[in-house]
């Protein structure tokens, strides 16, 4: 591990170049500049322990076009917070938290404030397990807890060894650390995937109970109903998928349903099939009658005709 305690700005960028990455640092021209940096290498890795005040450092896209290969850098947040900037997406990273980005891809990161982090910077080769994690966790902070809480002790307890630890041994350490990182991502997924389908599940539910008590308004439809459960009508088709139909679809069958049973009820036998169609829903009867047909084989006045006829006494 290299001690550099106290390094001013320009021997630091120096330093950060030589060892580390080829980083473009800048400070605040009015904020005394001090970092300490610490830095340790094993395997196809880079590690770096710094504690500095308030900076940016950033990569162009000219700096990135001189690199030989492609780096994804995972960053841990003790204390300040930083901001990251990258392809469209901005980042906040707090203390107590993580993440990984491609570090050969142009980006900014930047803290108004002191700050503690440990960064590892790794090459990959080619489409390996880092440039998809670094693709899965795109513009998100993950919490130092579990594997990456794991991983964070692994790296600094390879540190402890003051590069002793055999070339195996540290390639093996570091291949552990970003298993955990991508086992941390992928429970993150699937949990984040059913708090999802619960909450499609849940308002599914109340969509189906909504719809239910207000067939009969003939303005129901798919935007009233996401409008009344303050959903968009995209996330409220995304929650029907559950039930293999769509919000009309859904509508449209129990209105006819609904029309059906109310077709084999003696009480009803007075009221036209156009009283039943509008009372139900159907502003055009003639379009009732024929989405009446494709449902049950048979018009609705053949349908009561068979109905009655087989509840009268013989």
């Not at 940096?37 to 395997?43: D, N, P, T």
């Not at 002793?164 to 991502?185: C, H």
């Not at 509508?251 to 169609?277: F, K, N, V, Y």
């Amino acid at each position: 591990m290299i001690g550099a305690p106290q390094i001013h700005l320009p021997g630091l960028a120096g330093m950060l170049r030589r060892s580390f990455f080829p980083l473009d640092i800048s400070t605040h021209p009015d904020t005394p500049f001090r970092a300490d940096v610490r830095l340790g290498e094993f395997s196809r890795c880079r590690l770096a322990d710094v504690q500095a005040s308030a900076h940016t450092a950033s990569m162009s896209r000219q700096s990135c076009g001189q690199l030989e290969r492609r780096y994804v850098k995972i960053v841990w947040q003790q204390q300040g917070h930083v901001q990251l900037v990258q392809q469209g997406l901005q980042l906040d990273l707090q203390p107590g938290g993580w993440t990984v980005y491609e570090a050969s891809q142009p980006y900014e990161l930047s803290t108004a404030e002191d700050t503690v982090f440990t960064a590892l910077l790794c090459e990959s080769h080619g489409q390996d397990e880092l440039l998809r994690l670094a693709q899965q966790a795109a513009g998100q902070a993950m919490p130092i807890q579990g594997g990456a809480a794991v991983a964070l002790s692994t790296l600094r307890a390879m540190c402890g060894e003051n590069g002793l630890l055999p070339r195996q041994s540290s390639s093996l350490a570091v291949d552990f650390v970003i298993s955990l990182l991508s086992r941390e991502m992928l429970l993150r997924d699937s949990g984040a995937a059913t708090r999802r389908r619960s909450a499609q599940e849940a308002l599914l539910q109340e969509a189906q109970a909504y719809l239910r008590c207000h067939l009969g308004e003939h303005h129901l439809s798919p935007d009233t109903i996401a409008s009344t459960l303050c959903v968009s009508r995209r996330t409220l088709y995304h929650a029907f998928e559950l039930a293999g139909e769509t919000p009309q679809a859904l509508i449209r069958r129990l209105r006819l349903e609904r029309c059906r049973d109310a077709l084999t009820r003696a009480d009803t036998a007075g009221s036209s099939i156009t009283q039943l169609a509008l009372e139900f829903g159907f502003a055009d009867p003639a379009y009732f009658s024929r989405a009446f047909r494709q449902r049950f084989g048979c018009t609705p006045s053949q349908y009561r005709r068979q109905a009655l006829s087989a509840a009268a006494p013989h």
